[in-house]
């Protein structure tokens, strides 16, 4: 079942950590660039009395002012990274609603790690209904996947996602079957395949994967 609802006090003290951690970052990153600047100057200087002729004085200014350029590019680039998780962040605060996935069901398909790509999951829902999601944060733990579980996440300025978190309530639960290797693949690769980044729900049944996927279960031949 997917609902709205309020962001949970602790997901409000999530969001305001990242927002701490982002404030860290610019300022360890001003720090550098000031730093990075100081290094070029006073390197810049030593070898100022060390040169002699005047164009090497121009192309040693010239090298001192490349370099701290590059250091000012790399800063602004970072800081503009960050102050647009800032906002995306600070519009999910003001806006304090979270995107509530609840899963209880007995039956799933496991589409298993391959190269770091994360674990995805093809979860039998009851009315006839497939939840698709997956990716890094569902990697198995010792309580997940279980019978009884909850995916809260929180949306930015742009609908990426800047909180994810799961609430684990049932027990244990082992797949169906694991599908790896090119057969894996083979599913994520087909236009068909719902978007588990997306949380898609689609209608069907884990017994007819295939042909939902292949696009053959309303038409057959």
């Known amino acids: 079942m997917i609902t709205e609802r309020p962001l949970l006090k602790k997901e409000i003290k999530a969001l305001n950590r990242d927002l701490n951690q982002i404030k860290k970052r610019n300022l360890t990153q001003f720090k550098f660039l000031i730093g990075w600047a100081l290094l070029a100057i006073i390197v810049g200087s030593i070898f100022y009395f060390i040169l002699d002729s005047e164009n090497e ?5 010239g090298t001192v002012i490349v370099y701290i350029l590059i250091g000012v590019w790399n800063f602004t680039e970072n800081y503009l990274k960050h102050d647009r998780q800032r906002k995306s962040i600070d519009f999910a605060l003001e806006n304090n609603r979270a995107t509530s996935i609840k ?3 007995n039956d799933y398909i496991e589409l298993s790690e391959i190269e ?4 995805n999951y093809l979860f039998q829902l009851a009315d006839n209904k497939i939840l698709s999601f997956g990716g890094q944060d569902f990697y198995q733990t010792k309580k997940f996947p279980s ?6 996440v929180c949306y930015g300025l742009k609908d990426e996602i800047v909180l994810l978190e799961k609430y684990v309530y049932g027990e244990k639960l082992l797949p169906r079957i694991k599908i790896t290797g090119q057969k894996k693949w083979d599913l994520l690769s087909s236009p068909k395949f719902p978007d588990p980044d997306k949380f898609i729900v689609i209608e069907g049944q884990l017994d007819d994967i295939n042909e939902l ?6 038409n057959p031949s």
């Not at 004085?57 to 200014?61: G, N």
């Not at 019978?147 to 809260?152: L, P, R, T, Y």
């Open 213 to 218: 996927i292949n696009g053959k279960i309303n």
């Open 57 to 61: 004085h121009y192309l040693l200014l």
């Open 116 to 119: 770091d790509d994360g674990v």
């Open 103 to 105: 899963v209880v069901s």
């Open 147 to 152: 019978n009884d579980f909850e995916i809260a």
